[in-house]
């Protein structure tokens, strides 16, 4: 007979929980203040080493592709620790006087390509001045060419070429006409062209007197009409020759005075800018639009610069003569040796990547380089652009365009429906790129992290560094101090009512229970906020300074309280028997199991 093989039984006793154990209790005396106005804010981040470690590296390496995912459940802290990292790394970059790259950049005319606007790169907070700049001289020219042309002298000398011009056409005029009388005509000039008329005795030849004239006669006057005729056809000629010559000796003369008047300004502010490539072309090519265009710049009246109210608030018209004069500071950055720190709250494509407006005109939409707006991408240059993922993710475009612009680093405004619905819209202005120096800070959890790794190709080029925040830290002496100096932070950022021990203590109980476990405390500090702030009320409720243990209860009994009613419906369907659940005795092949509800702001078993 076989033997029958006897299991060795399992030591239950170590598993059994005694009752103490079933709830961790912090002791109001392990701590050796009396009120939290007795601590001080934490100086680093408690709980999040290991993200601190990942943005530290992120934030310190330059090269491309080292930008930043950050993944983490809600209320872990992650934006004022991302700002407080992007804050001290700005300032240690100062201190160590790293040199930024910040810039401003300003959208001037293309002479060459009207619809291609020009981009003009200028050190941080130099931008303004150098549209103040070109708005001065706008000005200047229009005073000193305006009085250089009312002048006496350039008066007199006009009028000087005009007069000598009209007497050498009345010489030669007069010259015809003597020609004429001598050959027996006169000739008589008319809006409808030039008559030459034959003369006989002193008077005009009759028609009649013209018929009875021999065949010999009548070719005699022929040929000598048709030599006055040559002759006042050449004097006609030369008399043009001497229009052309006058308006050209009127040209010279009025490009002479332009450019002796133009001449010092723009000298001027050329030695200013000899350094800068780009904008001494471009006022070489304004200085050569002004010559070029000097009736019309000095048509431009003075009220149209702003004198006369209705003048100035009309919309330009297409040929706006100072149209190349206007300067659009596209992005400005006063602080040259500092870092910008943009957070995109609403990434749509024109709020990042910059957009064209228009303004309507004649039944239509114009639109110029003044109209170019920036984006957050090219304000963040230089600097830091935190955007959340989930958001980005939303809006049509915006990820795909942020992928080729963090990769190609550049960027320029265009038109979203340009991009939506590309062949539809008529072609608008090409805005030359801005090349772009920044670190991304996008914000997202850890779902979103690996769907983006597993089906983007792109992503791990783009983001190369992964900072997690972690929703638990373990339950240690020093992190229990520390919940005691965050509630010190809280209360100051929030301007609430400082905590006695108690209720400090109370406070570091709940960041043990939404933890889930005994040994860890919760990182979430924005749920600690918020028990405080309502712990607040109930000790303003009461009267008192502080807030204490029976307030921060009173708080967490409250929310419960207010979010317990599927709780206590499932409740009252046990007690009905509608859900059979049983308690007591025992049922072969049958396990109680415990079934968790968690309803985001609460969860019960």
């Known amino acids: 007979m076989a033997k029958t093989r006897t299991r060795p039984s399992i030591d239950l006793s170590k598993f059994e929980i005694s009752i103490p154990d079933l709830r961790w209790r912090c002791d109001p005396g392990r701590f050796k203040f009396d009120c939290t106005d007795e601590l001080e804010p934490p100086s680093s ?21 080292f930008n930043i995912f950050v993944t983490g459940m809600t209320g872990t802290g992650r934006a004022p620790v991302i700002k407080a990292h992007l804050k001290e790394s700005v300032e240690k970059r100062k201190r160590e006087h790293i040199p930024g790259t910040t810039a401003d950049w300003c959208y001037v005319f293309n002479f060459e390509h009207p619809d291609q606007p020009r981009a003009l790169r200028f050190p941080g907070g130099q931008g303004a001045v150098f549209a103040g700049r070109v708005a001065e001289i706008q000005e200047t020219l229009m005073r000193d060419l305006r009085n250089a042309f009312q002048s006496d002298a350039y008066q007199a000398e006009t009028k000087r070429i005009a007069e000598e011009a009209n007497n050498r056409k009345q010489a030669a005029l007069r010259e015809a006409e003597q020609f004429a009388l001598e050959r027996g005509f006169v000739i008589q000039m008319s809006p409808v062209g030039v008559t030459v008329i034959p003369f006989r005795d002193g008077k005009p030849l009759e028609q009649a007197d013209f018929l009875a004239l021999g065949h010999e006669e009548r070719g005699d006057l022929e040929r000598r ?45 050329m030695r200013h800018y000899g350094d800068f490539a780009e904008v001494m072309e471009f006022f070489q090519a304004l200085k050569e639009y002004t010559l070029e265009r000097v009736p019309v710049f000095l048509s431009v009246t003075e009220s149209q610069d702003g004198e006369n109210p209705a003048i100035a ?5 297409v040929q706006d003569p100072l149209l190349p004069f206007r300067v659009n500071i596209f992005v400005s950055h006063p602080d040259e040796d500092g870092a910008p720190i943009i957070e995109e709250t609403n990434p749509t494509y024109q709020n990042l990547f910059g957009t064209i407006e228009r303004r309507p005109f004649m039944g239509t939409y114009i639109t110029d380089h003044t109209l170019l707006r920036a984006g957050a991408v090219v304000r963040a240059s230089g600097g830091y652009l935190v955007v959340q993922a989930k958001d980005v993710l939303r809006q049509p475009h915006v990820w795909e365009a942020l992928k080729r612009v963090l990769k190609g680093g550049q960027v320029r405004p265009e038109d979203p429906s340009e991009v939506i619905m590309p062949g539809l819209i008529p072609q608008g202005l090409r805005p030359e790129p801005i090349p772009i120096d920044l670190k991304a800070i996008m914000i997202g959890d850890a779902e979103l992290y690996h769907l983006l790794s597993a089906f983007d190709e792109d992503f791990w080029e783009i983001f190369k560094v992964r ?20 509630a010190c932070g809280m209360v100051e950022r929030h301007k609430l009512k400082h905590a006695d021990r108690t209720g400090v203590a109370e406070i570091v109980e709940y960041g043990a229970r939404i933890a889930g476990d005994r040994t860890k405390l919760s990182t979430r500090f924005g749920f600690i906020r918020d028990v405080l702030i309502e712990a607040n009320y109930w000790a303003d409720v009461d009267g008192d300074e502080l807030i204490r243990e029976p307030h921060v209860r009173k708080a967490l009994e409250q929310r419960v309280f207010r979010t317990g009613r599927i709780a206590d419906q499932i409740r009252e369907l046990m007690v009905r028997g509608v859900l059979m659940v049983d308690l007591k005795g025992a049922r072969v092949g049958q ?15």
């Not at 002479?256 to 001027?268: L, N, Q």
């Not at 608030?313 to 018209?317: D, F, G, I, K, Y």
């Not at 900072?467 to 100096?485: G, I, L, P, S």
């Open 313 to 317: 608030q009309a919309p330009r018209t």
């Open 225 to 269: 009409r048709k030599e006055v005729m040559a002759r006042v056809d050449e004097t006609m000629s030369s008399a043009q020759a001497i229009d052309q010559e006058r308006q050209e000796h009127a040209r010279q003369l009025t490009q002479s005075v332009a450019e002796h008047t133009i001449r010092f300004p723009f000298e001027a502010i």
């Open 591 to 605: 396990v109680n199991g415990l079934a968790v509800y968690d309803l985001g702001d609460i969860s019960f078993g």
């Open 45 to 65: 981040f408690v709980g999040q080493d290991r993200a601190a470690a990942a943005l530290e590296v992120g934030l310190g390496v330059t090269r491309p592709g």
């Open 467 to 486: 900072a997690d925040f972690d929703h638990r830290m373990e339950n240690e002496e020093k992190n229990v101090q520390a919940y005691a100096a965050l």
